[in-house]
T-cell receptor, first 115, second 110 residues
Framework: DTGVSQNPRHKITKRGQNVTFRCDPI?????LYWYRQTLGQGPEFLTY????????KSRLLSDRFSAERPKGSFSTLEIQRTEQGDSAMYLC?????????????FGSGTQLSVL | DQQVKQNSPSLSVQEGRISILNCDYT??????FLWYKKYPAEGPTFLIS?????DKNEDGRFTVFLNKSAKHLSLHIVPSQPGDSAVYFC?????????FGTGTRLQVFP
């Protein structure tokens, strides 16, 4: 069991640059989630996929954010024209089937710092 | 609007004593609740959960209690150990996603 893997672990970028993060879920898991966590807050839901289909997006996910899961396996989260307010820990999680009574398995996150 | 609330940002407990972490929620439609533990620079890890059809679930040193009428749940850790020092998040299942509280930082001192 390799768990949920996220790369990179840390990313420092200048305001206005684009960044992309990758998440590899647990191999047999169909559901993949992206969350964002800022200091002093709990993880906030951004979006999730059932296989390759993106089923829900939070209002937190502005037009500058895009997520993909092209083959239902790994996922990428891209932020265009980064702003200082984008600085946060971006967490990926996966679950086997989704729905109620399902726990999520989280990766270690990507810490983004926008200068 | 915060649907899941953890009103105590921090808690300090002596080793061997009981730790009680509290969580309140506002949506009566939530039917599944989870506690996650998070160490610095790591993602949250699942600790224990409870369905709304139960009022208690126990796993070793960890017990979660649910009071649906009060929309309140609590996590009891007994006995507390220094390795339990971490941030604890309460979460509620909202259809297909989890909604998290803001967390409580637990420090267990010798």
């Amino acid at each position: 069991d390799t768990g949920v893997s996220q790369n990179p672990r840390h990313k420092i970028t200048k305001r206005g640059q684009n960044v992309t993060f990758r998440c590899d879920p647990i191999s047999e898991h169909n559901r993949l989630y992206w969350y964002r966590q800022t200091l002093g807050q709990g993880p906030e839901f951004l979006t999730y996929f059932q296989n390759e289909a993106q089923l829900e997006k939070s209002r937190l996910l502005s037009d500058r954010f895009s997520a993909e899961r092209p083959k239902g396996s790994f996922s990428t989260l891209e932020i265009q024209r980064t702003e200082q307010g984008d600085s946060a820990m971006y967490l990926c999680a996966s679950s086997l089937l989704g729905g109620s009574n399902e726990k999520l398995f989280f990766g270690s996150g990507t810490q983004l710092s926008v200068l | 609007d915060q649907q899941v609330k953890q009103n105590s940002p921090s808690l300090s407990v002596q080793e061997g004593r009981i730790s009680i972490l509290n969580c309140d929620y506002t949506n009566s439609m939530f039917d599944y609740f989870l506690w996650y533990k998070k160490y610095p620079a790591e993602g949250p890890t699942f600790l224990i959960s409870i369905s709304s059809i139960k009022d208690k679930n126990e796993d070793g040193r960890f017990t979660v209690f649910l009071n649906k009428s009060a929309k309140h749940l609590s996590l009891h850790i007994v006995p507390s150990q220094p390795g339990d020092s971490a941030v604890y998040f309460c979460a509620a299942s909202d259809t297909d996603k989890l909604i998290f509280g803001t967390g409580t930082r637990l420090q267990v001192f010798p």
